[in-house]
């Protein structure tokens, strides 16, 4: 399968960190101002490398009025970040959208968003070649294998405190 540069379906699986910006500017230069698009997936609780599961639900001990608050801040929180950079995105001619999930494996989002958009090519940010977006070595082979387009590592910038 080949791809071309300009005017293509690029997924970019965020994380909503700063350093993610690289991943969406690396995916607006190949979809193309003109005629690509770039769709942004992220899952709630942790950003698109989460892997946690079972949202729907408090922990033990907590309570269940103030859990469900807590939970609806931190949604409205994670996509406002990924409206802005959804809007970032856009600001430099790329058709842009974004697709927050609320619960469960990231892979399986990112997995049936390419399906449906019928994508040309998933990018996962990662600062380091072991992080791979909290999968280990065999579960983004699988990724991979069960993508319907390749899929690319884009290695991020580590960010530092100042």
């Not at 001619?93 to 994508?119: I, K, M, N, T």
Request: contains cysteine; proline residues 6%; hydrophobic residues 40%.
């Amino acid at each position: 399968m080949s791809i071309s540069v300009m005017g293509s379906t690029v997924l970019a699986v965020t994380d909503l960190t700063a350093a993610s910006y690289k991943l969406v500017g690396f995916a607006s230069f190949v979809a193309g101002p003109s005629d690509g698009e770039v769709i942004l997936v992220s899952s709630f609780g942790g950003g698109s490398t989460s892997n946690r599961g079972g949202l729907s639900e408090p922990p033990p001990g907590e309570r269940a009025d103030g859990w469900r608050r807590q939970l609806e801040n931190r949604l409205r929180q994670e996509g406002q970040l990924l409206e802005k950079q959804r809007q970032w995105c856009a600001d430099r001619g790329v058709r842009c959208r974004a697709e927050l999930y609320e619960e469960g494996h990231w892979p399986d989002f990112v997995l049936q968003s390419a399906h449906r958009s019928r994508a040309d090519l998933i990018l996962v940010g990662a600062q380091s070649v072991t992080d791979s977006a909290a999968l280990s070595p065999a579960d983004f082979d699988r990724f991979a294998a069960d993508a319907p387009c390749p899929v690319s590592i884009v290695r991020l910038p580590h960010l530092v405190g100042f």
